[in-house]
Structure formats: structure tokens, C-alpha cells
């Protein structure tokens, strides 16, 4: 449906307009991302965790009191988890696990909140899979 409308929030603006089209810019393209300069430690970011597979990095922009991306430090396809195949498993696993290890090493692992925006209808702006852990404060449901 490609008259839809994506209502999310920018980064630089809170035009919806401009949301809308930021979206549409950042539809999954399969191109190199901002994490891979993250990761190449090109760009600087607060680390909370690292191992050969995973990186973990406080949000630029956060919506928590905690806000860590955890990602995968090669892509392979995984630009959203909609991309995902069987061989993927392994490391979509130890996404999982790192997001834990995460809340235990950020103090809140007895309360936290994993999420992962697949796509321009949920607001998914980087194309390099990553979770979202946040926490620190009382998180709502329904999520937005
Ligand atoms: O919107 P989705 O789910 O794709 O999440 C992307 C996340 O990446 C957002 O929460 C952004 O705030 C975050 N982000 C974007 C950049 C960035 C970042 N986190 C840490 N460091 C960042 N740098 C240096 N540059 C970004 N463009």
C-alpha cells in the first residue's frame, strides 16, 4: 500500500511530513549503515558490551533512562529481522542473550524491555538489525 502514511517520529524534526519521508528514504536499500562505522569504531559510541558476534551501544537518542542497541557486527542480510533465514539462528541467539547480559550489566535485569522495529510501519530507521533494550523507568503497554 503504497499510499500509507509512516507516522514517525524524526530525529531532526517532529514534522510528520518529514517523518514520512525519512521513512520512505530509509526503507531497507541493502546499503551500509551509521553501525558499521560504529562498529568499525570510525564514529564513537558508548559501549556496554562487546564480544566477537555482538556490540552493544547506548542510543544516541534515548527513551529510557537505559537505552542499548545490541547488534550483530556482521550484517549478513540481516538488515531487519524480516530478512531473517535458517542460518541466522545462531546469531539472532546471541542477540537474545547479549540483551540480557545488557539489563544485568546496566542494573536493570529484574525489569527491561527488548524491542525490535521491523520495517517503516514500525519506525525502523537503521537497516542493520539491532534490538532495543531499554529500561530504568516503568515501561507501558501498549507500546506506541
Ligand atoms: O528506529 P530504529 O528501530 O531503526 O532504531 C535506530 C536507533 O538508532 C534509534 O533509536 C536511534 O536513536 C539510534 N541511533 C541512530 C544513530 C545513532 C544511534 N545510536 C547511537 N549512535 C548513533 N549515531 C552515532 N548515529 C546515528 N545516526
Known sequence: NHSRRYLCRASATHDEEAAAKAAAINADSGVPTIFDKIIAKEIPSTIVYEDDKVLAFKDVNPQAPVHVLVIPKVRDGLTQLGKAEPR?????????????????????????????NNG????????????????GRQMNWPPG
Open 88 to 116: 541466522h539462528g545462531e546469531i539472532l541467539g546471541q542477540l537474545l542473550y547479549a540483551a540480557k547480559i545488557v539489563a544485568e550489566k546496566e542494573g536493570i535485569v529484574d525489569g527491561f524491555r527488548v524491542v525490535i
Open 120 to 135: 517503516p510501519s514500525a519506525c525502523q530507521s537503521v537497516y542493520h538489525l539491532h534490538l532495543h533494550v531499554l529500561g
